[in-house]
């Protein structure tokens, strides 16, 4: 049986166990997955070990975490655990009392934390192991993803793979030497128990604690080396022909040619490689790859709007499909996907006309007025994937989602007219849906037995093929179908809710502004204009602290609907700061107030000041203060569920370049590509995102300039003009006339720039020429989509 030293020693001798991530990033990312997968039990165990079952009895004495804000952290209250908050009070305890700190790390709309929680968290004997021979500490991944991303570093590196729950195990100076996901809390026939782990590292602290130490610090090492990024002794990034071609071709290998998406099961949405395919196939429009790369984007939109992963009947998108045909979902909610993909499906609609899009698109933003939202303008964080089917009884995957048979036919039993064949309602509902008596859920894609019986609504035919079957018009099955939804989402109403998350994280709120913002321009509606308008006011109102110009990463709500923070404040991450500052500048572009841009150039200056790596380019996920006493300090490398901190800055900062001109903003920018040059090469599937700003940084980018007033009938003419265009590598200008205006100051060449016979006037700008002066809308169409 292997030493913990030994399987120490093995784990820095595999570079292979890495090798796997890259190919498994084209599908997701470790954020995306909370599945029951051990990944690493890096000390030997012995088989066979017992110990009771979790307690039946509400632990009813609360432990510390009862004073936190986290919804993730108060889940945990009750636990019989001395659970402490990530902090300076639980090292100090750690180092004064010799003991390993047991760190556990999830977030609370979590399958599989739930399960870990309920099987040995809620456990006593398990309690007792983790309060009297470790230092307990619980995070929230949402709440600190610097501390997620450094352990789950180690965890990926040293196993096949991660997720959460991520449980490691730390020296008193945080620097860890065994990593996991999921344990169940006993030993089976395939799987080692969490009460085994904890008795054998406790004996390994004992017997070969320095040896766990030494090898803790070569890990420690070793991961330094790897997940460094520096410009190194380059000068310039790569090619963008040559890596868009690669990532183009890695897409086109993995395609899904009958469902849509990149992988066989489960499977992601990824919004960034969609944002990838339609920017490649704008700028290889006239040749077959960007014609392919055009139909696999819009294919796979379309196959998942289709499809269960989708809630048809109370709008939205869930996490992620447990199969290839995105039928049975892993049903939890999250911001950041409805945010992303409210813009990949406005976009879809401006290269593409199909209104099927733009529907999606405000149903998406309906789910979120209604569920995500506070009103105060901000956003919640994400519903939970389990619930009780019934008040009182114990909370299933899927339970508020799922339908019977016999519950929609009790629910539509109204007989339709005109059909060649008696027909209900609920007939028709359940052939359109695919829905059967027996239930359409596999007991593959069930393994606990919960969802016998039920049904996931998924669009199985066309409203013409639905209507053709039955000899019904088109506009009557489209009626009769809606009316079913309508009557089901009352229904639905009476179950209990899945448990909100309604903390509010400033980076996901970012990225609602820019779904509202983006949204709201395409399709030229101000009421999601405004919701991101007042999306941004709460940021500022909240999430920002004026005095040091530094935004925090967290608010809460509290009683009554009041917005609360902890204290002291859990200040921002990079993400925070890159994806507000894009949220900020969707929003100028739709709304043209300056008062947003000149926030997001302040902000991008704060940024720049806290994360930014003077020395190898690139910017630090965290703050220096902030992380201080991690082992690691680490760049994001990965474009996954939402994209890289640094490939958004990269957009970012050529969009700042040209609102303004500053020539340090194209700097910096061409300096972080450089320094994620290698990653790019190696794997640029892995990167989307930067591949497509490093695309936009070697083309010309347009400055489309407006001269007109804000609020005139033809400057809206123009500028919903301009949206209705697929242009990302563009900025969008208001020239106001106003040779003091915030713009004016930042781009003397707009005061050369006239209105045509007083008449709002379009110029179109690049390489510091501009176009003729256009006043018609559809001439200037033709000019921005030859």
């Known amino acids: 049986m292997l030493s913990v ?91 004064k009392e010799n003991k390993p700190i047991f760190l556990s790390v999830g977030y609370s709309t979590c399958h599989w934390c739930h399960m870990m929680e309920e099987e040995s968290f809620q456990n006593e004997e398990i309690g007792r192991l983790l309060s009297e021979d470790f230092v307990s500490v619980k995070v929230d991944r949402e709440e600190r993803p610097d501390v997620d991303k450094v352990y789950m570093t180690f965890v990926q590196a040293t196993s096949s793979g991660g997720g959460w729950p991520m449980n490691v195990w730390l020296t008193p100076n945080l620097q860890p030497f065994v990593g996991g996901t999921y344990f169940p809390p006993e030993d089976g026939l395939t799987r080692v128990g969490f009460r085994t782990v904890l008795l054998r590292i406790r004996e390994q602290w004992k017997q070969n604690k320095n040896a766990l130490l030494e090898n803790s610090q070569r890990v420690t090492t070793a991961l330094l080396a790897r997940s460094e990024i520096s410009v190194g002794d380059r000068q310039l990034p790569p090619s963008a022909a040559t890596m868009n071609s690669r990532c183009f071709q890695q897409l086109d290998e993995g395609y899904d040619e009958e469902y849509g ?97 733009s529907d999606v698109a405000k149903d998406i933003l309906q789910y979120v007025t209604r569920s995500l939202s506070h009103r105060s303008g901000g956003f919640y964080s994400a519903e939970d994937a389990d619930s009780p089917p019934e008040r009182g009884t114990r909370p299933k995957e899927g339970a508020y ?125 101000d009421r999601l204009i405004n919701y991101a308008t007042n999306g941004a006011k709460f940021l500022k109102r909240h999430m920002f602290d004026v005095a040091s110009g530094r935004l925090m990463r967290t608010c809460y709500t509290g009683s009554g ?11 921002g991450f990079l993400e925070d700061y890159a994806f507000v500052v894009r949220g900020l500048l969707d929003l100028y572009e739709a709304s043209q107030e300056s008062a947003w841009l000149e926030w997001a150039l302040r902000l991008q200056d704060t940024q720049d000041r806290l994360f930014w790596d003077s020395q ?105 003009c301009v949206h209705s265009v697929y242009i990302p590598n563009k900025v969008l200008i208001l020239a106001d006339g106003d040779p003091s205006s915030f713009l004016s100051r930042q781009l003397p060449f707009l005061s050369t720039l006239r209105r045509l016979e007083d008449q709002a006037t379009a110029y179109v700008c690049e390489n510091q020429a501009c176009s003729m002066p256009i006043t018609d809308p559809c001439e200037l169409r033709k000019l921005l989509h030859p």
């Open 5 to 95: 030293r030994a399987w120490l020693g093995r784990a820095l001798l595999l570079p292979r166990a890495g090798a796997g991530l890259a190919a498994s990033r084209r599908g997701s990312s470790s954020r995306d997955k909370d599945r029951s997968v051990t990944v690493s039990s890096s000390v030997p165990m012995p088989a066979g070990g017992k110990g009771s079952r979790p307690s039946s009895t509400p632990q009813r004495v609360p432990n510390r975490l009862i004073h936190e804000k986290s919804p993730y952290l108060l889940q945990h209250a009750y636990n019989p655990v001395d659970w402490y908050p990530w902090g300076q009070e639980a090292f100090d305890k750690a180092r």
């Open 261 to 357: 998406g990149f992988a066989e099961a489960p499977k992601f949405p990824t919004p960034v490689i969609l944002s990838f395919l339609f920017s490649y196939w704008l700028s290889h429009r006239l040749t077959q790859d960007g014609s392919r790369a055009q139909q696999m984007a819009l294919h796979t939109l379309k196959m998942m709007a289709n499809g269960g992963i989708r809630d048809h009947v109370g709008q939205g998108f869930h996490r992620y499909s447990t199969d290839r045909q995105w039928h049975v979902p892993h049903f939890e909610k999250m911001l950041y996907d409805q945010a992303q993909l409210a813009v990949a499906y406005s976009q879809a609609f401006q290269i593409s006309g199909d209104e099927f899009y």
């Open 401 to 525: 989602y799922v339908w019977t048979a016999n519950e929609v036919q009790q629910l539509l039993p109204e007989p339709v007219l005109g059909a060649t064949e008696p027909l209900t309602s609920g007939q028709l509902f359940m052939k359109h849906y695919g829905l059967t008596e027996a239930g359409n859920i596999s007991s593959g894609q069930d393994p606990k037995g919960e969802l016998q019986g039920q049904n996931v609504l998924t669009v199985r035919y066309s409203l013409e093929l639905t209507a053709a079957r039955f000899g019904l018009d088109v506009e009557g099955v489209r009626t009769l179908l809606n009316t079913g939804l309508e009557k089901l989402f009352q229904a639905r109403k009476h179950r209990p809710k899945p448990h909100l998350d309604s903390k509010m994280l400033a980076a996901w709120n970012g990225l609602m502004v820019s779904g509202y913002a983006v949204t709201g321009a395409v399709l030229g509606q």
């Open 561 to 571: 609907g009041t917005v609360e923070h902890s204290n002291p404040p859990c200040w």
């Open 616 to 720: 190898g380019g690139g910017y630090f996920c965290s703050e220096a203060e902030l992380g201080a006493g991690l082992p690691l300090r680490l760049k994001d490398d990965q474009d996954g569920a939402e994209p890289s901190a640094n490939s958004v800055s990269a957009h970012n900062l050529l969009r700042l370049h040209g609102f303004t001109g500053h020539k340090d903003w194209m700097d910096k920018c061409v300096c972080l590509l450089t320094a994620f040059s290698e990653r790019m090469r190696r794997v640029p599937v892995a990167l989307p995102e930067m591949v497509r700003a490093l695309s936009a940084q070697q083309q010309t980018l347009k400055q489309i300039v407006i001269c007109g007033d804000r609020q005139a009938k033809d400057t809206k003419a123009l500028v919903q």
